[in-house]
C-alpha cells in the first residue's frame, strides 16, 4: 500500500522560511519522480514543484520561481520542498504526490497516482 505524509507545515510571517517533507512508504522512492502542489480555499490545485526519479530534472510554477526549492533524499524515501520569502498569498493546503512516470511527472496533477493528505502552510502579513 502506497502512502505518503507530508510535514513540517505551520504558521509563518511573511518572509519566513518552511521546509515541508514528504515520506513515501510502500514504494522505492528512487523510481518515482514526485511532485508538490497546492490548493487554497476556493481556487483550483495549484502546481508548485516537480522532480525526476533522479533528481536531476527539476519544475516550478511561475508564482514560486525563485524562492521555493524542491529536493529529494532517495534513501530516506522522502522529498522535500524548502519554501523561502514566504507571502501571505502562499496560504494553502500543500501536498505531495507520486508520479508513475519514471522521469518526470510534470505538472499535471492527472499525472500523479498517489497523494498526501496535505499540510496546512499559513503565511501571516
Known amino acids: 500500500q502506497v502512502r505518503l505524509v507530508e510535514s513540517g507545515g505551520g504558521l509563518v510571517q511573511t518572509g519566513g522560511s518552511l521546509r515541508l517533507s514528504c515520506a513515501v512508504s510502500?514504494?522505492?522512492?528512487?523510481?518515482?519522480?514526485m511532485g508538490w502542489f497546492r490548493q487554497a480555499p476556493g481556487k483550483e490545485r495549484e502546481f508548485v514543484a516537480a522532480i525526476s526519479s533522479s533528481g536531476r530534472t527539476t519544475g516550478y510554477g511561475d508564482s514560486v520561481k525563485g524562492r521555493f526549492t524542491i529536493s529529494r533524499d532517495n534513501a530516506k524515501n522522502t522529498v522535500y520542498l524548502q519554501m523561502n520569502s514566504l507571502k501571505p498569498v502562499d496560504t494553502a493546503v500543500y501536498y505531495c504526490?507520486?508520479?508513475?512516470?519514471?522521469?518526470?511527472?510534470?505538472?499535471?496533477?492527472?499525472?500523479?497516482?498517489?497523494w498526501g493528505q496535505g499540510t496546512q502552510v499559513t503565511v501571516s502579513s
Open positions: 510502500g514504494r522505492t522512492l528512487s523510481t518515482y519522480s
Open positions: 504526490a507520486l508520479s508513475p512516470n519514471r522521469y518526470y511527472g510534470g505538472s499535471d496533477p492527472p499525472n500523479y497516482e498517489y
